[in-house]
């Protein structure tokens, strides 16, 4: 089978660059047409820089990457350094990028992307924020039907916030946009915290990355390092969650995922609760199913193929 056909929307964000590495490793399964960076985890221009220390670490430099949107749809920017660090990619040491920055904005970019392929053959993975694709929405509505299938990182139901009580970070960064991108009648696959916080990287899986003894292999294993600092601090958890690496690791291995097709609906109107994906995971109301809500993987299957995926780089 041809590989399919991606677009990765991201705000790295160690755990986004681990997802874009496991794409650039797997181009038997993923042709990733070009890279969009989004406000997010921190500002825009350390999210477009980021993009490119990961494609120049994986030596992938023919990748096109685009900055898009540096503030939400109607609100002040959120970040999140406390997790990320000052940089985003706080961990290793990683050189400025020389691969220059794309000029044509990343939402004209999903645009003509998706204007210029058959209908059904673009698939965006939203990493981050979901501003840039609820703009190409907004902006292009005719390109809606055209899209094969969303795979985003964002929300939750049963670990309920991580940036407030109620919201996880991408949803409440932009819920406006969340909430276009949910009510588009796109097929959407959805990793929430519920699975991603399955995703530890243990002291045994983070050997495993630092043992293939690569530069990728390293920096990996570096950043998982300076990113379980805060989870392990707040959930007491045995690991950094690799949020973001299961929505790469879905499109190459989705029997490793396991969900309920289900309706999903974005707060964007309560001060208290803004944010929170409302997901009708035991089937209480009539409203009809939205996305497909993935509740658990097999941690150690995804983990040995990110390990052996990596291990090409
Ligand atoms: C999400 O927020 C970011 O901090 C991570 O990169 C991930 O996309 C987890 O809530
Ligand atoms: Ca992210």
Not at 146 to 159: D, H, R, S, T
Not at 271 to 281: P, Q, S
Request: aromatic share 6%.
């Amino acid at each position: 089978m041809a590989p399919r056909k991606i677009i990765i929307d991201t705000d790295p964000g160690q755990d986004d660059a681990v997802a874009i590495l496991l794409a650039l490793a797997s181009p038997e399964d993923l042709d990733i047409l070009g890279i969009t960076a989004v406000a997010g985890n921190v500002p825009l221009d350390l999210t477009a820089k980021n993009a490119r220390i990961v494609c120049e670490l994986a030596s992938k430099t023919d990748v096109p990457v685009y900055a898009g949107c540096d503030r939400p749809l109607g609100r002040d920017l959120v970040t999140a350094e406390h997790v990320h660090g000052k940089t985003g990619l706080d961990g290793p040491n990683l050189p400025d990028p020389e691969m220059p920055l794309q000029d044509q904005h990343a939402v004209d970019f999903i645009i003509e992307t998706i204007r210029s392929h058959d209908t059904g053959t673009i698939t965006l993975c939203p990493l981050g924020p979901l501003t840039n694709v609820a703009t190409a929405f907004q902006r292009a509505p005719d390109i809606i039907p055209k899209v094969q299938q969303i795979v985003l990182m964002g929300g939750a139901y049963f670990e309920v916030g991580n940036i407030t009580p109620a919201a996880e970070f991408n949803i409440y960064v932009d819920p406006e946009a969340a909430d276009i991108v949910f009510k588009s009648g796109i097929d959407i696959v959805v990793m929430p915290l519920d699975v991603t916080h399955k995703a530890l990287v243990t002291k045994p899986r983070n050997d495993a990355f630092r043992n293939l003894g690569t530069p990728v292999g390293i920096a990996v294993a570096e950043m998982t390092d300076f990113f379980e600092r805060f989870d392990k601090e707040k959930y007491g958890s045995a690991g950094a969650p690799l949020h973001d690496p299961c929505v790469t690791a879905y499109l190459i291995r989705p029997d490793l995922f396991t969900g309920r097709h289900i309706n999903v609906e974005v707060e964007t109107t309560s001060d208290l609760t803004m944010g929170m994906t409302v997901a009708d995971w035991w089937g209480v109301t009539d409203r009809p199913a939205n996305a497909l809500f993935i509740g658990d993987l097999d941690a150690d299957g995804f983990f040995d193929m990110l390990t052996e995926r990596l291990a090409r780089l």
